[in-house]
């Protein structure tokens, strides 16, 4: 049976697949919750050749979950994976993007994806939080190109998730406004417990 996609992930590929076209390249996308790979292999199949993806997670087993998925594809050397808190990306895109006016640097990152939450199928005790995703967050800004995007999926059924999805939203209301656009979108018509797509774009 094919994975269902929720419209809001729906919304987050349509946004970062046109980013990453109209993008320079070499491309680079980070992925700064890895899970299952479903992201980081979306990513992987959209950078191209000579692109990259920085995918990062705290939890082995959804690296090697990640690894899996993109060995299966033959997409495996595109990406480097990172078995680091996503609150380390200031430091982990400073090694991949040093110098950026080396003939043959990374020219920053295209677009990056956070699906905040738990790992599916794992210990649902291991969750992203407020402050590690807001330090992810902050790292990466300074990173993203003209153009770029930044799609964090935010989900509030789980303990902790409403405190953080409330974190990343005032956040990101407080970007100036002449540097970025920021789109929020959740469905409305469900009894469940709501899900927040948040887009943010570099201008």
Aim: charged letters at 20%; glycine letters at 8%; aromatic letters at 2%.
């Amino acid at each position: 049976m094919a994975r269902r996609v929720s419209a809001l992930l729906e919304a987050a590929h349509r946004a970062v697949e046109a980013a990453l076209e109209r993008a320079a390249r070499p491309l680079l996308a980070v992925d700064a919750t890895a899970g299952n790979g479903h992201d980081t292999l979306f990513l992987a199949r959209r950078v191209g050749e000579n692109g990259l993806v920085l995918a990062c997670d705290v939890q082995r087993a959804a690296l090697e979950a990640t690894r899996a998925r993109l060995e299966t594809a033959g997409l495996a050397g595109r990406a480097r994976l990172a078995l680091e808190g996503h609150e380390h990306l200031a430091r982990l895109l400073a090694v991949l993007v040093p110098d950026r006016s080396a003939p043959d640097a990374l020219p920053g990152v295209a677009a990056a994806m956070f699906n905040l939450g738990f790992l599916p199928g794992s210990d649902k005790r291991v969750v992203t939080r407020p402050d590690t995703t807001l330090a992810a967050l902050d790292g990466l800004l300074p990173h993203i190109t003209p153009g770029g995007v930044i799609s964090l999926h935010l989900y509030t059924g789980h303990d902790g998730g409403a405190e953080e999805a409330a974190a990343v939203l005032s956040r990101a209301a407080r970007l100036p406004s002449t540097a970025w656009s920021v789109l929020q979108s959740h469905v409305s018509n469900r009894e469940r417990p709501r899900e927040y797509l948040l887009l943010l774009e570099r201008l």
